[in-house]
Structure formats: C-alpha cells, structure tokens
C-alpha cells in the first residue's frame, strides 16, 4: 500500500451541538495564534454548528482553517421543513461536510443508502465528504467490527468512482469511543483503518486506497493523540469533545504535525 507519507494529515473539530455563534467566535479567535503555522503540515478542519458557519466564515478570512457542515440533507432544496442542503453549506464557504456520523445514525434514523446519497450531493456541490463509520459494542463484542464497518464504507461509497474516493475523507469512529473517554488503543485503530484502505483497494484499485485519507473518531485528548495518529494507516482525527477546548484541539492538531 503506498506510503502514509504522501496523505496531508487531516484534523477536524466536530462541535456538534455546541457553541453560540459568540462562543464559536471566541473559540477560533483562541485558536488562530497557536495553529498559525501548522497549515502546510496539517489540513484543519471547523466544524461548527450551521448557524455559525457564516459569521465563522467571515472570521476565519486567511486563517487556516477549512469549515465543515455536520449534515446536509441530500436534496438541493425543495419541501424539507428543517432541512439544510449541501448548496447551501458551499456558499458558506464549507469544503466539507461530515455524513453518516453515529449519532446521526442511531438518532435520526440515517442508513447506509442516506449517507450515500449524502455523499453524492456533497459531491455534487463540489465539496469534500467526510464519511463515517464504525460499529456499537455489541458489535465489536461479537467480532462483527470489520463486517459491520466494510457494509458501511460499501454503502456509502456506492455509485462513485476511483477519482471521486481518492479526494473523499473517511473516519472510522466506534461507537463505544465516542463521548466515554474510552478511545480505541492504537492498535484497534490501525486494524480497522489497515481493513478500510484494503477493503477501498479491492473496490478501486491501489492507487486510490493509498490517497484516500482516513481519520480516527472517538475519545481523541491531548494524551492520546500522538500514538493514534502514529498509526501508519491514520491519517488523522475527528475530534468532538476536545475540539470544544482551544488548547486540547491545538495540542491535538499539533500532534499530528
Ligand atoms: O463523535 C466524535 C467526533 O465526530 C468523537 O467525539 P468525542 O471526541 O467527544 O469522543
């Protein structure tokens, strides 16, 4: 598989449901000094939620930071009361939008074929999707963990081609890591993320598998980091908790450097 070396490490802070738009303010406001230089190293990545997502624009004008919406709906407008489309997070300025994260999955009913057809429409809007992935602990319990978790990069990836997927960023998050403080060890990380980039050579070809990025989900701290993102096949983190935090995100950020 080719080298890690030629994959730009990818750090992405998912806010979910967190931060007023003077909070998220304030929030980038902490992190432009520490993360000014880490640009050409590491690509960085703000995911607030939508309502902040314009004003974050204008703040973030020359820093280097990449906005991401965390859904889109797959539809670019119509009669979707609540709805938001991937169009309409482009003109924001997003490059990216996060589609099929668990939470999504297991509370707003999002299944494999939804989170295709999200990636499509985010591609469509010529941005980036970050797809995720990742199995419950009883999965994982009942060694189902590459099953469940190869049935869904297979959905989502659905329909699209080897030049699309080589852009696309995917990010295997367990379910169990996410929000416990119980993150995968390294090793668990690096198994599955190794099935992923196997399982994405056997549908495209070598080529894409070794550009396709795929970052770590769950539980990532400043403590955790470097040894996560050590990983030969760990091309960086989707970060909840401590990307509400500007020290722990940077220090994480900075990890990957
Ligand atoms: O869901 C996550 C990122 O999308 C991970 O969340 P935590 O970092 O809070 O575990």
New binding site residues.
Partial sequence: MAASARRRKIVAG?WKMNKTVPEALALVRELRGPLSSVGDVVEVVLAPPFVALQPLHVALEGAPFQLAGQNCHWEASGAFTGEVSAPMLAELGCAYVIVG?SERRQLFGETDETVNKKARAVRDAKMTPIICVGETLVERESDRTLEVVERQVRGALAGFEAKEVAGFVLAY?PVW???TGRNASSAQAQEVHAAIRGLVGRLYDGETAGRVRIQY????KPDNAAELLGQPDVDGA?????SLKAGDFAAIVKAAT
């Avoid at 989900?217 to 990532?220: E, K, L, M, T």
């Fill in positions: 998912n994260h998050e890591a996410i929000g989900g769950g539980s990532v989707l970060v909840g908790g401590a």
